[in-house]
């Protein structure tokens, strides 16, 4: 085999297994906090009692944004 086929062969090879990865499911998971200047919290869910009396917006962000904002989980969404 002449090395040019060899390259050619590898080449789309490359082409063949290097498709552009879909990200929808990156594993990022989604929680819900209070925008009122009260809550600490962050719930899995919008039904939570945590949430009823909320003074601001509910607001879904992800997991590593509510914990950079030094939230903790609710104690009524994630037991305890
Ligand atoms: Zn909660």
Redesign the pocket.
């Given at each position: 085999m002449k090395p040019i086929i060899l390259f050619s062969a590898l080449l789309f090879g490359q082409l063949f297994f290097t498709q552009p990865q879909q990200s929808e499911s990156s594993g990022e998971v989604y929680v819900y906090v209070c925008t009122g200047s009260s809550s600490k919290?962050y719930?899995n869910n919008t039904q939570?009692r945590?949430?009823q009396n909320c003074k601001g917006e509910i607001r879904r962000v992800t997991l590593s944004q509510a914990k950079e904002a030094n939230r903790t989980p609710?104690k009524?969404?994630y037991g305890n």
């Open positions: 919290r719930h939570c945590g949430l609710c009524l969404c």
